[in-house]
C-alpha cells in the first residue's frame, strides 16, 4: 500500500460475548458456523480483526455500523 492508503473491509462482526437476552444473537452466529464449512471461514470479533489487522501490517482505524448486518472496517498502514 501507497502513503496515504486505506483499506475498507466489509464484514460482519460478532460480539465478544453472547447475550442470551439479544433476539438477534441466533442470526449472527449461523453465518459463522456456514463459514466453518467452508475450508477457512469464519467470523470475527473486533479484537480478533484487531489482531489479524495487525499481523498484516494494518491498524483498524474506526468501525462503521450500517442498516445491515455488515459494517465497514477502516484501516490504515501501522
Known amino acids: 500500500m ?11 462482526i460478532l460480539p465478544e460475548r453472547i447475550d442470551p437476552s ?8 449461523i453465518h459463522d458456523i456456514n463459514m466453518m464449512v ?4 469464519r467470523e ?3 479484537a480478533e ?3 489479524l489487522l495487525a499481523r498484516a501490517g494494518l491498524k483498524l482505524m474506526r468501525i462503521v455500523a450500517t442498516p445491515c448486518p455488515l459494517s465497514v472496517i477502516e484501516t490504515d498502514p501501522a
Open 38 to 41: 467452508s475450508p477457512g471461514g
Open 22 to 29: 439479544d433476539v438477534l444473537t441466533p442470526g449472527r452466529f
Open 49 to 51: 480483526f484487531r489482531d
Open 2 to 12: 501507497g502513503e496515504g492508503a486505506r483499506l475498507l473491509v466489509i464484514e460482519r
Open 44 to 46: 470475527r470479533t473486533e
